[in-house]
């Protein structure tokens, strides 16, 4: 909602740089799909990974549409924006409803409050641990 209408907008090339960061995790993903289809043995988990890599190409070609000088008003931004938000919700309704087995049991849970400021609770409660420790040795 922070976009405004000048090209050189922070929050505008932020929202873009997220794209482009999602746009390199879902390669990543279909190169990892590509490579690992050799070894699965299940066709079913193969007809899966081939439809959700259909999907995840959808993703793609509309954020290759995305570039700074092309989303001139903030509206055609957001617009773009909702476009892949709903496909992503397609993509994960895809897994949701396929029987893949769980991937782990570990969660990490992380802030986004916008660049840098994303940190796991892991590195919170390190943190605190080591406050604490220098607040006993000042005492």
């Known amino acids: 909602m922070c976009v405004a209408n000048e090209p050189n907008s922070p ?15 879902l390669s990543e993903a279909v ?4 490579e690992l289809k050799k ?6 988990y193969i007809a899966y990974g081939t439809e959700l890599i259909g999907q995840i190409s959808n993703i793609q070609e509309l954020i290759n549409k995305v ?15 909702e476009n892949v938000v709903d496909l992503c919700k397609v993509a994960l309704d895809l897994i949701a409803h396929r029987d893949f087995p769980p991937l ?18 892991v590195e919170v409660k390190y ?13």
């Open 11 to 25: 929050f505008r090339k932020y929202k873009i740089k997220k794209l482009h960061w999602l746009k390199n995790q």
């Open 31 to 34: 190169v990892l799909f590509t």
């Open 39 to 44: 070894t699965i043995n299940s066709s079913n």
């Open 67 to 81: 570039n700074i000088t092309s989303m001139t008003n903030a509206r055609i931004l957001w617009s773009h924006l």
């Open 104 to 121: 782990c049991d570990y969660v990490l849970e992380a802030t986004d409050a916008g660049p840098g400021a994303g940190v796991s609770n």
């Open 127 to 139: 943190k605190d641990i080591e406050i604490s420790r220098l607040m006993v040795g000042l005492a």
